[in-house]
């Protein structure tokens, strides 16, 4: 890769999870009257048709882990387990009640957090009390996040029967001075474990996620760290650039310096050449950072252009209804997003109180959902159009020649109304649906919200 073009590119910008992102949602005219209209309205729309999306946000963690930029609690006591799992089901209670018709889950996910911080025992309570009171639709996907440490047969095993097939372990490298920096010792031994009895139960999807851009990593460590996930082979995987961003996530990103950091180029290199091996071992480049052996669905929706991104990352369907249920969690009605209060003392008081625990959201109004749609076309696609005239804005004109750099550059390529990202342009995804982000351009930050592009 030109290493003028990432010094050129490699800026503050953000992973384009949603439109907006969410330090542009209007909070100020944002109330729970309104989600909760907008997720009925969607509801109404979609749920007898495709289903609904549900993503468990599951707190706790025994040990901090100073790489991560979830919400969690840290925490050896599990007897928080039961009053935890007892809140979130209260939730969904509130959303059915006033949802009214019987919910039909396509989709079901459990993150955190560690999700397999929670016994099998209490895992089996929290999905067959939820189930009991929904549907399941027939192409339904049910996936789970787990820690190669804690995650046991045990686990693996009530989860499949509950209907889960798919699993993800956390790797992130197997070098040993990367993960004390990172306080995340964990042997490939133990992944190896857990992958190979995941496949004897019956999981037919096992990934991995792999970061590169940690503090001490070095191109080495990369190529170690991929050459030994290429031996077990996951379905997915997901490689990714760390995102430092101590000045939101406080504390836990600060037990290394910055200078302990890989510089942007080093970081584009590792990624170029853990791309180079995946693709020479079979796996296939899914949006950005995510890659899927040929058989995988993930693979499969990528060909056909069906494939999805949300606040889960990609998937390989789309259902227009996303509730996130627990502390942090976000929702996403595809004319609205909310998110949950982050104190989980709060979280059990508004349960307890009756009242959905929004504390924040952002209503879209037609330019939003335009250039939404703009985003997870380049997000998903590598390509847009606005030949439709829905999909034209006012702005677009504007757009276009901030664009014509990317152009000239040699990342993108315009056809009769559309453009197309080259190869050499997709890693610069990020920057490329920056062009197309009006929030972000009518209003520059004064301070880092994002992490770097590259």
């Known amino acids: 890769m030109c290493i003028s073009l990432v010094n050129k590119y490699n800026v503050a910008g953000p992973r384009y999870t949603s439109y907006p992102t969410v330090p542009y949602w209007d909070i100020n005219s944002f109330s729970l009257q309104q989600w909760k209209a907008s997720l009925k309205q969607s509801f109404a729309e979609s749920n007898d048709s495709e289903g609904l999306s549900l993503y468990l946000h599951l707190p706790f963690c025994e ?15 599990h007897e928080v387990e039961l009053p935890y799992l007892n809140a979130v089901l209260k939730e969904w209670s509130l959303y059915r009640t006033f949802l009214e018709q019987k919910p039909k889950i396509k989709e079901l996910h459990l993150g955190g957090g560690t999700p397999t911080f929670f016994s099998p025992e209490n895992l089996k309570f929290l999905i067959s009390e939820l189930l009991k009171v929904s549907e399941v639709a027939d192409d339904y996907e049910f996936s789970f996040e787990g820690h190669p440490n804690n995650t046991t047969k045990e686990h693996l095993e009530v989860l499949y029967d509950l209907g889960f097939r798919r699993v993800s372990f956390g790797v992130q490298d197997y070098n040993l ?5 990172i306080n995340r010792i964990q042997p490939f031994e133990n992944v190896a474990k857990v992958t190979t009895l995941a496949r004897e ?12 851009g940690l503090p001490f990593q070095t191109e080495d460590d990369v190529i170690e ?8 082979m996951p379905d997915r995987i997901a490689f990714y650039s760390y995102a430092h961003v101590p000045w939101i996530k406080g504390n836990g990103q600060r037990g290394f310096n910055d200078a302990d ?17 995946l693709e020479n071992v079979s796996y296939k480049e899914i949006g950005m950072d995510h890659f899927a052996l040929k058989s995988d669905s993930l693979c499969v929706a990528m060909q056909n252009e069906t494939l999805h991104r949300n606040f889960m990352g990609y998937t390989a369907s789309k259902t227009k209804a996303m509730i996130g249920l627990g502390v942090s969690s976000i929702s996403d009605s595809w004319y609205g997003f909310a998110q949950n209060v982050k104190s989980i003392e709060e979280y059990y008081h508004l349960i307890d109180e009756g009242i959905i625990p929004i504390y924040r959201g952002h209503i879209l109004n037609e330019e939003d959902l335009k250039i939404r749609e703009h985003i997870l076309n380049l997000m998903c696609h590598f390509n847009t159009s606005w030949k ?12 276009l020649i901030k664009l014509k750099e990317f152009e000239n550059d040699g990342l993108i ?4 109304k559309a453009l197309d990202v080259t190869e050499k342009g997709r890693p610069f995804i990020r920057n490329i649906c920056m062009a197309f982000d009006l929030l972000l351009q009518r209003t ?3 301070t880092q919200l994002f992490s770097m592009t590259i």
């Open 63 to 77: 040990n901090l882990c100073t790489f991560c930029g979830c919400h969690k609690r840290i925490t050896k006591r």
């Open 177 to 181: 001075n990367v993960q004390k920096a």
């Open 201 to 212: 139960i019956g999981y037919t999807s096992v990934g991995h996620d792999i970061i590169f």
């Open 225 to 232: 760290t991929i050459i030994k996930t290429g031996t077990l």
């Open 261 to 277: 950091l890989p510089s942007g180029e080093s970081k584009r290199k590792q990624y170029e050449t853990g791309k180079r091996i």
């Open 388 to 399: 439709n005239e829905s999909m034209t804005f006012n702005e677009l004109p504007e757009v």
């Open 413 to 416: 390529e315009f056809k009769d």
């Open 444 to 446: 520059k930050p004064n």
